[in-house]
């Protein structure tokens, strides 16, 4: 198993603050993905990297693959209360593997709580 | 186009009793997943299945039996169920684009057992 370590567990911020969370491991990743997880619901997809060093944005979001892909950043720009979640990275090996095949590693996540 | 469809939302078993967590995809999707959510555990998988026909073990597959019923149904059977099963399960699928391994997941089954 590849493990994925995400930083920090717990963030409470307020309104209008800017915050950056962390995903990290020591595995090379063919695709890195983030998603968000609201109370109640399943994770939601937001955005997916795949070569090294690229930066996403969407919205007040910038996602960042990091240059040897073992590693990734989610950076909020003017966190809303809107963007209140769990905030889930994971990995895709850079091959199948015998175990999972081409399930996804997750990170523990990342629960954000932006208070007005 | 509804996406991933978990069914029951809830349930409430005794320890002993079976049942099946079904799901279903319209989006053509030809990889399917089960995956268990616990707190301070994060995602782990359950079994996934590739492709139709075909089925195989994740991470913790103990207890737990899968159906690929065709294309779009993968089901999730607890045999016996025991208190450790507690938790919320995910069912998610995939079409694996250009090789990137996108996944849409369900609403989530929230299952306790006594």
């Known amino acids: 198993t590849q493990l994925l370590e995400q930083s920090p567990q717990f963030l409470s911020i307020q309104e209008g603050e800017n915050l950056t969370v962390y995903c990290n491991s020591s595995s090379v990743f063919s695709s890195l993905q983030w998603y968000r997880q609201e109370p109640g619901e399943g994770p939601v997809l937001l955005v997916t990297?795949?070569?090294?060093?690229e930066v996403k944005k969407l919205k007040r979001l910038t996602f960042q693959f990091g240059d040897a892909r073992k590693d990734s950043s989610l950076h909020i720009t003017a966190a809303q209360p809107g963007d209140t979640g769990l905030y889930l990275c994971?990995?895709?090996?850079?091959?199948?593997?015998?175990?999972?095949?081409?399930?996804?590693?997750f990170g523990k996540g990342t629960s954000l709580l932006v208070t007005p | 186009n509804a996406g991933v469809t978990q069914t029951p939302k809830f349930q409430v078993l005794k320890t002993g009793q079976s049942m099946t967590l079904q799901c279903a995809q319209d989006m053509n999707h030809n990889s399917m997943y089960w995956y268990r959510q616990d707190p301070g555990m994060g995602l782990r998988l359950i079994y996934y299945?590739?492709?139709?026909?075909?089925?195989d073990k994740g991470e913790v597959p103990n207890g737990y039996n899968v159906s690929r019923l065709n294309k779009r149904e993968f089901s999730l059977r607890l045999e016996s169920a025991a208190p450790s099963q507690t938790s919320v399960y995910f069912c998610a699928s995939s079409g694996r684009l250009a090789g990137v391994n996108e996944q849409f997941f369900g609403p989530g089954t929230r299952l306790t057992v006594l």
């Open positions: 299945s590739a492709s139709e026909g075909t089925t």
């Open positions: 994971a990995g895709a090996g850079v091959s199948p593997n015998s175990n999972s095949g081409y399930a996804l590693n």
């Open positions: 990297v795949v070569t090294g060093g």
